[in-house]
């Protein structure tokens, strides 16, 4: 091998990088600075006194480290995104947690509110014993009857049932079924659960009737929902 190849070889060996680089560079359309220009111009010269033999293996291994490089670029960047990705779903989880907290509490502050009103609104209701017997009821005397018994906030309810099963008639009968009074209880016997005065005490006829949604449908606004959907409770 002559002096020229071996120091050829030696120099490019040593900016084996920097040579296929620049002459990676020139080939792919980069802008060369003057002085780039002058070091790819050397880089190049020192490339060509390479044996040709090991020209390929210098290239080969400039353009691995650059595929090297530019992995371990995209998995910092992916790495960085993905953590950025993680606190970010953090975040959300703890705001949407947080949220579902608070909307569990205040429907629970509402429910406790709306059993204690209900219960107040009761406690002030009159029993169907404390009202005095008469030989005839009016169709507002036994309304007036009726509101003094059924809690405020489910009077409206009630009222509306009533309406629709006996116009607020307490002897009205059903000529076809026999069906009876103002909730038109079938048989009609069914009043004497709540007094034995009930063919002559609408305010009888009411405690059965009030005692009956509350049973059956939780509240007469439960009674009239159902009533609504089925035109029967």
Same mark, same amino acid.
């Given at each position: 091998?002559?002096?020229?190849? !071996?120091?050829?070889?030696? !120099?490019?060996?040593?900016?084996?990088?920097?040579?296929?680089?620049?002459? !990676?560079?020139?080939?792919?359309?980069? /802008?060369? =600075?003057?002085? +780039?220009?002058?070091?790819?111009?050397?880089?190049?010269?020192?490339?060509?006194? &390479?044996?040709?033999?090991? =020209?390929?293996?210098? #290239?080969?291994?400039?353009?691995?480290?650059?595929?090297?490089? #530019?992995?371990?670029?995209?998995?910092?960047?992916?790495?960085? +995104?993905?953590?950025?990705?993680?606190?970010? @779903?953090?975040?959300?989880?703890?705001? @949407?947690?947080?949220?579902?907290?608070? =909307?569990?509490?205040?429907?629970?502050?509402?429910?406790?509110?709306?059993?204690?009103?209900?219960?107040?609104?009761?406690?002030?209701?009159? +029993?169907?014993?404390?009202?005095? /017997?008469?030989?005839?009821?009016?169709?507002?005397?036994?309304?007036?009857?009726?509101? =003094?018994?059924?809690?405020?906030?489910?009077?409206?309810?009630?009222?509306?049932?009533? +309406?629709?099963?006996?116009? $607020?008639?307490?002897?009205?009968?059903?000529?076809?079924?026999?069906? *009876?009074?103002?909730?038109?209880?079938?048989?009609?016997?069914?009043?004497?659960?709540?007094?034995?005065?009930?063919?002559?005490?609408?305010?009888?006829? &009411?405690? $059965?009737?009030?005692?009956?949604?509350?049973?059956? *449908?939780?509240?007469?606004?439960?009674?009239?929902?159902?009533? #609504?959907?089925?035109?029967?409770?």
């Amino acid at each position: 091998m002559s002096r020229i190849s !071996v120091r050829g070889f030696a !120099v490019a060996s040593a900016t084996a990088v920097t040579a296929v680089g620049s002459v !990676v560079g020139v080939a792919s359309g980069s /802008t060369a =600075q003057p002085n +780039d220009a002058e070091a790819t111009a050397a880089d190049t010269t020192l490339l060509a006194e &390479i044996p040709a033999g090991q =020209q390929a293996q210098v #290239q080969t291994a400039s353009l691995t480290q650059q595929a090297d490089a #530019q992995a371990i670029a995209a998995d910092a960047s992916a790495k960085k +995104d993905a953590e950025e990705a993680a606190r970010k @779903a953090a975040a959300e989880t703890a705001i @949407a947690k947080k949220a579902d907290a608070e =909307q569990a509490a205040k429907e629970a502050k509402e429910r406790a509110e709306t059993k204690a009103a209900e219960a107040a609104s009761r406690s002030d209701v009159r +029993d169907s014993s404390s009202f005095p /017997t008469q030989s005839s009821y009016s169709v507002a005397q036994i309304q007036a009857m009726a509101r =003094q018994m059924v809690a405020g906030d489910q009077f409206q309810c009630f009222s509306n049932i009533v +309406d629709h099963e006996s116009s $607020w008639n307490y002897q009205a009968v059903n000529a076809s079924s026999g069906a *009876y009074g103002l909730f038109q209880a079938l048989p009609a016997g069914k009043y004497a659960s709540a007094g034995a005065d009930w063919q002559t005490n609408p305010a009888t006829q &009411i405690k $059965w009737g009030l005692n009956y949604m509350n049973e059956r *449908y939780h509240s007469p606004c439960g009674a009239w929902s159902f009533w #609504q959907a089925n035109h029967w409770y």
